[in-house]
């Protein structure tokens, strides 16, 4: 009898630890483990480990297929986005400000023999050293860079429309209520590829997610029936 006049009796093991609490650390460890020590109908511990098993590998696929994506639009950008084509071909887009646009708000960094610098030094670096001396540190920073800014645009190697024409290769599309932005057809299937990669990611996070909350909730039925 679970019950002493109105009060309960907190059921120990062996060693003295209540048995509610060993079953809620149990499933908090492996959901359905705490179920499986309160002797549960088979459905409740099956349910916890299915529920677990499923949000492991959904995390898991989600994640491989962006890392797939990801290394194809990293190899993508490799063939198509180029250093010194973006400086000349600015001069080309923007006549009157090229200067101002390679400086920018956000810069790519460089490696030149061993040294650090960064694309607003351009100008300068090109006074001293040749373009088979100077690279582009493709890094996280340069990735995102070259797909989400105007600055970088002219990298792409599509052929140059003057002016912007929607059906042409260069073209500008409404970003929002108050922005537009200069689409390459380059870019913009590198940007589509991007953005499947990014989906994918926060998949793989929701799915962590309900894996976190199944150990919760294992745990926390656990207790209460116990």
């Known amino acids: 009898n679970p ?3 109105s009060n309960y009796i907190v059921q120990r093991d062996s060693v003295g630890i209540p048995t509610g609490a060993k079953a809620m650390f149990k499933s908090f460890i492996l959901p359905g483990w705490g179920q499986i020590q309160n002797k ?9 480990v299915g ?9 898991v696929r989600y ?3 962006a890392e797939d994506i990801r290394r194809n639009f990293e190899s993508f950008a490799d063939n198509h986005w180029a250093l010194e084509r973006w400086y000349n071909r600015t001069k080309i887009i923007f006549p009157n400000r090229w200067a101002e ?8 960094g460089l490696k030149i023999n061993g040294d650090y610098y960064h694309s607003d030094q351009l100008g300068d670096l090109l006074k001293r050293y040749s373009w088979s001396e100077i690279f582009v540190l493709r890094d996280r920073d ?8 105007d600055q970088f645009v002219g990298g792409w190697d599509d052929p140059y429309d003057d002016p912007f024409d929607s ?13 537009s932005i200069i689409l390459t057809k380059r870019k913009d299937d590198y940007r589509d590829q991007r953005h499947q990669s990014n989906i994918l990611k926060h998949y793989s996070r929701y799915a962590v997610t309900v894996v976190m909350f199944n150990h919760l909730a294992s745990g926390l039925e656990a207790a209460w029936t116990a």
């Open 3 to 5: 019950y002493d006049g």
């Open 40 to 48: 549960d109908i088979w459905w409740k511990p099956a349910l916890f």
């Open 51 to 59: 529920v677990e098993v499923m949000g492991i590998v959904a995390s």
């Open 63 to 65: 994640e491989n297929r």
């Open 101 to 108: 646009i390679i400086i920018g708000t956000h810069k790519l």
């Open 142 to 149: 340069f990735y995102e860079n070259i797909g989400k800014y």
């Open 167 to 179: 059906l042409g290769n260069w073209y500008s599309v409404k970003k929002g209520n108050v922005e």
